[in-house]
């Protein structure tokens, strides 16, 4: 898992190495330093010589100078690696999801990849730049106040390893005790967050049936468990600065103590005892800082697995070695087809025997769940099939190479998405050196043309994201128009009119007949009135095929059908204006 | 947890943004409301546990000083006084030691009370804001107010402001010990501090050209990867790989170059400092041996006691002078983070600040009955209530000058069934948005049972109107508890009665836990229909004289579509019904239609009417534009 991230650093990986390098030299001088202090109060200032005082001051100046050398070199490699390593972490993740199928996408979903490449990755950048420059730092100061200490005094120093085993247990027991309600308290965040996230998005219910005070009692038992929750963990963190106190407090007095001992038995000097007492503050500070790494590095532990997850993920799909790049009509087979979204789940689909010819007009119509958006995805496989075989143009589909495959079989997604920029960068996603002309004559047929022209700047208005300045109608047309323009040997609509007033949708199915007569044409919709003029209708329920067939024909013959006609036309749903 | 925008090494935060002193000044006023005596001892407490590091300070002079040095050479020196004197520095210690928990724990409990109140003061406020809020705003939006925003204010809260403090204190107390020690280290120490202050600030200066640089870059690269990610299914539907990848290099690089930059600078500001610390130890060191050798004894050479600079009082100084420049450099980075964190202060108090709903009503409708609303004259007479709505010459507009009602005039009597049809943004749903007033209309009158709706306390005129939305909102909890939201006060049995109603039972009956069976809000265990037929159930619940209905206009499967179907003409039973219309049967038993068409009712009557008119309701039945 680490070893994945740790992979990423690549060409920073020289920086990554040295920013310890400056570090530790940085270090060693700063632990110097108080050295030297001593030497200026004993060899100077005790032994009444104002030239040693300019000697060791003059050593302490330019040590301090190359300390601050050492510092910046640090400072600014750490900044380029752990930058260097987010980039290149971005970057893997993003390539990576490129090759992601859907079922990928399926496992991952948006707003998990979202925070993976936003959030998480600052989590690591952040705690790779922190490791470089203090991870080092903290052992290091800590050993070489430890060996000077020795150095100074090797019986005085048996107070600091006293000191330092009380310290590092109770810190130990501290953030162990701490981490785990602070585990607690995440998960009261979520519930916290799950109630005004309720009630933000369902405010209509809340306010239709006055219940605001009812979410306001909600919320304030979440606040106050939270609350709760949080006071006792700080109050445990509390402990975090007696313990120091006492610690620092502990070793200052017993200092005072036997150092005054030692100076008057002569075996210390006076010069040594205050270098002792910055000793102290050193190694302590030392112990704190390594606490704060761990910290840290737990945090960081999960954008780590989150992160390594993706980069590793190998994509369910391959493509044929010598795959076939042509495809050479718009006839579809399946054959025996089935279908299960998760291996060794349920089949969402069952036995699937097809045989579309090209240049016709198949509408599958079915309820939620009965498996007919599924269906389409098959065909342009967006997924595999996991038993039997799909055959466009007499080729199994796996063997096609897959951006042939997908820019001669367009799909028009449920959701469909614009993409920031003109309606032109739009519909040049179909096809990417279309002249406007051409542009224009597939909004034509996609009934597409009618709205954009109205526009005070026409094709080259911005599309906001998401495409928030279009209609639920406008937007479906436009990317049937995108689809329009890769001259596709299948188009498959999936639901892509439902929000298109029917009268539109009947002015759109003409126009196809008309100017695409031989792509085969797939359309999948909830609605009768979309689909009866179909050459034939494939009637889908609980992931079989229910009937294939002609209108005229299925009304007389299967019941599914007649019951979804009947209340169609005369029951359910008129839906006879346009929905969103 | 850390946000997005935070790269920086610890210990630096650059100036960013201005400071609003006014939402922070009402910040302090909301921590010291609930918090005065809390505050007082923390403070007290700073102050003693200051003291006290202050005393150890000074002690090493004293030790030096007072012990040590006399006993040097003495045959047989008596350590007695040195242990009274360790004993008195440690029960200073203990105190100091003691004042430091206590003041860590007081802090605790006013960030966090602070934040319960806040919380709960925001949420109370956004409850009562009018619809119009959320609508205008997207719902990541706000969110954010309640976690990033309160968030950075915790941290300000818990962390910056007592820190702030604790180094003022730290600055002062130590400056009086300097300066009663010697004068001229004083002056010394002090062009040091002043030195770090004005570097760091400049470095602040320097660096906050690349800090929004680098704040602009993130917010690019992060809206294009939410754009693209969520987009990814297109991206592969039509090839867009490669080209997707390579527009995300180039930002990803320029991302990264415009991080380096910043917090290359940033990375600085601790190296620096540090050594400028160094430097002044040494200058001083430097300065004190001089002094101390050449015993100068002019007044400007002594303390403001007039003692005379010994080697004891130059060790001390030495940590004093430590202690004097480290929270400089941390005031600086506090201030900045105060500045930092008073953008987040900002949307929390514009939160705050939305005016509420208005509520001038005074008429109460009030359930008495199992079917049975009344409301009370001002002369204390009950009057039942029977349902009649009118509208006359209601103009309505969500922004000023973008009309979207136009003279809308129509009346429902007791128990009739008024069906609305039309296209996307012809009006319908606004209409209903009108009469629970979730907006308020511009010009007209809505009369309610004789009433102008304005005049209704607003709380129970919704209460006496029960909506049911296309999209269907459940909450966490039971299936009972969501049947319940109806009206708090059913019992069980009630709700049951309710469910079998509107034809809920047998599939809820079906379930694991039968009414018990926890669901989440997005109903992610429940389908689509099922969980309309609970929407149901909870109007039937509430059992309301008038109904908002706006048909879903998804398809369901055949089963529960008629069960819905049966449903919803069960609890339109006897009630003056709205309705959004999407099927037909619902069209054909209305007693009117009123075919709306660019905020306008353009034609109105029965099924077989407006079907004989051949006019727009025509077209839109028959799929057929009539030339």
């Known amino acids: 898992m680490y070893k994945t991230i740790l992979r990423q650093f690549k060409q920073y990986k020289t920086a990554a190495i040295l920013t310890p390098v400056w570090t530790a030299a940085e270090v060693v001088l700063g632990v110097l330093i108080p050295y030297v202090t001593a030497s200026i109060i004993d060899k100077g200032i005790n032994a009444g010589s104002m030239p040693n005082v300019y000697k060791y001051g003059l050593y302490m100046v330019g040590m301090a100078f190359l300390s601050l050398l050492f510092g910046i070199l640090a400072g600014r490699f750490a900044a380029y690696s752990s930058t260097g390593i987010a980039a290149n972490l971005r970057d893997a993740m993003y390539k990576n999801i490129q090759r992601f199928s859907f079922s990928d996408i399926d496992k991952y979903s948006t707003a998990g990849l979202v ?43 048996l107070i600091f390893l006293v000191a330092i085993v009380i310290l590092a247990t109770l810190l130990t027991l501290i953030i162990m005790r701490a981490s785990k309600l602070f585990q607690q308290i995440f998960r009261k965040y979520d519930t916290l967050n799950a109630v005004v996230q309720e009630n933000v998005s369902a405010i209509r219910v809340v306010k239709a049936y006055v219940r605001e005070h009812h979410e306001l009692s909600k919320l304030d038992k979440a606040a106050l468990s939270l609350f709760r929750l949080n006071i006792k963990a700080e109050a445990i963190m509390a402990l975090n600065g007696p313990v120091m106190n006492l610690v620092v407090y502990g070793c200052i007095i017993s200092l005072s103590w036997f150092g005054a001992h030692y100076i008057v038995e002569g075996s210390l000097t006076t010069g040594q005892l205050t270098s002792l007492f910055s000793y102290v503050m050193m190694v302590l500070q030392a112990l704190m800082m390594l606490s704060m790494i761990f910290v840290q590095l737990t945090q960081s532990a999960a954008s780590v697995k989150r992160i390594a997850q993706v980069i590793d993920e190998e994509p369910d799909m391959t493509e044929d070695d010598s795959p076939v790049e042509n495809v050479k009509d718009g006839s579809i087979e399946f054959n025996n087809v089935c279908f299960s979204y998760k291996e060794g789940g349920d089949y969402a689909l069952v036995d699937i025997n097809l045989r579309i010819e090209a240049g016709q007009t198949i509408g599958i119509i079915g309820g939620t769940g009965s498996g007919k958006s599924t269906l389409g995805s098959l065909i342009s496989r967006l997924y595999d099939v996991s038993k039997g075989s799909i055959k466009i143009g007499g080729v199994d589909v796996r063997r096609y190479s897959l951006n042939r495959l997908r820019n001669q079989v367009a799909v028009v997604l449920q959701n469909n998405t614009l993409f920031s920029g003109t309606v032109l960068d739009n519909l040049r996603w179909g096809k990417e ?67 298109v007033d029917t009268a539109t949708d009947g002015k759109i199915r003409q126009t196809f007949a008309e100017r695409i007569p031989g792509t085969t044409k797939i359309i999948i919709s909830h609605r009768i009135l979309s689909i009866q003029h179909a050459d034939k209708i494939v009637v889908m329920d609980d992931g079989r095929v229910k009937g294939f067939d002609t209108h005229d024909n299925l009304l007389k013959t299967n019941d599914i059908y007649k019951d979804i006609y009947t209340m169609q036309t005369s029951g359910a749903e008129g839906d006879f204006d346009e929905t969103k | 947890m850390r946000g997005p925008g935070q790269g920086h090494g610890p210990g630096f935060t650059p100036p960013a943004g201005k400071l609003k002193l006014s939402t922070v000044a009402r910040l302090f006023g909301l921590i010291l409301k609930d918090n005065k005596w809390r505050i007082a001892i923390v403070l007290l407490c700073i102050l003693v546990s200051t003291l006290a590091t202050l005393a150890s300070t000074l002690f090493t002079k004293t030790l030096l000083d007072d012990y040590v040095v006399p006993m040097i050479g003495q045959a047989a020196p008596d350590y007695s006084p040195l242990a009274v004197a360790l004993v008195k520095l ?155 990848i390579e527009q995300f290099s180039e930002l990803n690089e320029e991302l990264r170059k415009s991080v380096y930059n910043a917090n290359k600078i940033g990375n600085i500001v601790m190296p620096v400092n540090g050594n400028l610390g160094n430097l002044g130890y040494v200058f001083i060191a430097t300065a004190g041996a001089a002094i101390a050798l050449s015993a100068l004894t002019g007044w400007y050479f002594c303390g403001l006691n007039g003692s005379v600079l010994t080697l004891g009082t130059l060790v001390a100084f030495l940590t004093l002078h430590k202690n004097f420049t480290r929270p400089v450099t941390q005031i600086s980075n506090e201030i900045n983070s105060i500045v930092m964190a008073s953008a987040g202060s900002d949307r929390v108090y514009d939160l705050m600040d939305q005016k509420e709903e208005i509520n001038e009503g005074k008429v109460i409708l009030e359930k008495t009955g199992d079917c049975q609303w009344c409301w009370k004259t001002p002369e204390g007479e009950s009057i039942p209530l ?43 749903t606004t209409i209903t948005n009108l009469i629970n007033r979730f907006y308020e209309i511009q010009d007209g009158k809505i009369v309610y049972d004789g009433l102008d709706v304005r005049d209704i306390e607003k709380d129970s005129l919704r209460r006496s109107l029960g909506i049911v939305l296309q999209e269907t909102h459940l909450f966490t909890g039971r299936i009972i508890d969501n049947i319940r939201y109806g009206r708090l006060d059913a019992t069980d049995l009630e709700c049951i009665e309710a469910a079998k109603l509107v034809c809920a039972h047998s599939f809820i009956k079906r379930l694991p836990f039968g009414y018990d069976t926890v669901i989440s809000g997005d109903g992610g265990n429940l389908s689509q229909g099922e969980r309309q037929l609970l929407a149901i159930a909870r109007a039937a619940v509430a059992a309301p004289p008038v109904l908002i209905l706006d048909e879903a206009t998804s398809s369901i499967d055949t089963r529960t579509e008629k069960l819905i179907q049966k449903g919803m003409d069960e609890l339109m039973k006897g009630r003056t019904t709205f309705v959004i219309a999407h099927r037909l049967s619902t069209i054909l038993n209305a007693d009117y239609i009123m075919v709306m068409d660019h905020g306008r009712i353009i034609e109105r009557g029965k099924h077989n009417e407006l079907l004989a008119q051949k006019g727009k309701y025509y077209e839109l039945f028959t799929g057929n534009q009539i030339v």
């Open chain 1, 115 to 157: 925070t993976r490449m936003t959030t998480d990755v600052s989590n690591i950048q952040n705690a790779v730049q922190m490791l470089l420059r203090v991870s080092f730092r903290a052992p290091l100061n800590l050993i070489s106040s430890v060996v000077m200490c020795f150095f100074i005094n090797p019986r005085l120093s």
């Open chain 1, 433 to 499: 050196d279309a002249t406007e002309e051409e542009c224009r004559q597939a909004c034509i047929s996609a009934c597409a043309d009618e709205f954009i022209s109205t526009l005070p700047d026409g094709y080259n208005t911005v599309v906001e994201q998401g495409g928030a300045n279009f209609s639920g109608g406008q937007k479906q047309r436009l990317c049937i128009a995108r689809a329009l323009l890769k001259s596709p040997k299948v188009l498959i609509l999936d639901d892509s009119t439902s929000a």
């Open chain 2, 90 to 244: 440690a029960a200073v210690l203990i105190i100091g030691m003691g004042a430091s928990y206590l003041h860590s724990i007081m802090t605790v409990y006013i960030s966090q009370g602070t934040l319960k109140t806040l919380r709960h003061n925001l949420f109370e406020h956004m409850e009562r804001l009018p619809l119009s809020y959320f609508d205008s705003r997207s719902y990541g939006d706000i969110m954010s107010v309640y976690t990033n925003d309160v968030d950075t204010l915790r941290q300000v809260i818990g962390q910056t402001i007592p820190r702030l403090f604790q180094s003022l204190v730290t600055i002062i107390s130590t400056f009086v010990s300097m300066i009663v020690l010697s004068i001229p280290l004083s002056v010394i120490s002090i062009v040091m501090a002043v030195i770090m202050y004005i570097v760091t600030r400049k470095l602040g200066t320097l660096s906050k050209r690349y800090f929004k640089k680098r704040q602009e870059m993130l917010g690019k690269v992060n809206g294009f990867i939410e754009e693209m990610v969520s987009g990814q299914r297109v991206v592969k539907v039509y090839c867009h790989e490669q080209k997707a």
């Open chain 2, 386 to 428: 029977k349902g009649e709505v009118s509208l006359s010459d209601v103009d309505f507009s969500y922004v000023e000058g973008k009309q979207v009602l136009y003279d809308i005039n129509l009346t429902a009597y007791p128990g009739q069934k008024i069906a609305f049809v039309g296209g996307t943004g012809a009006g319908k």
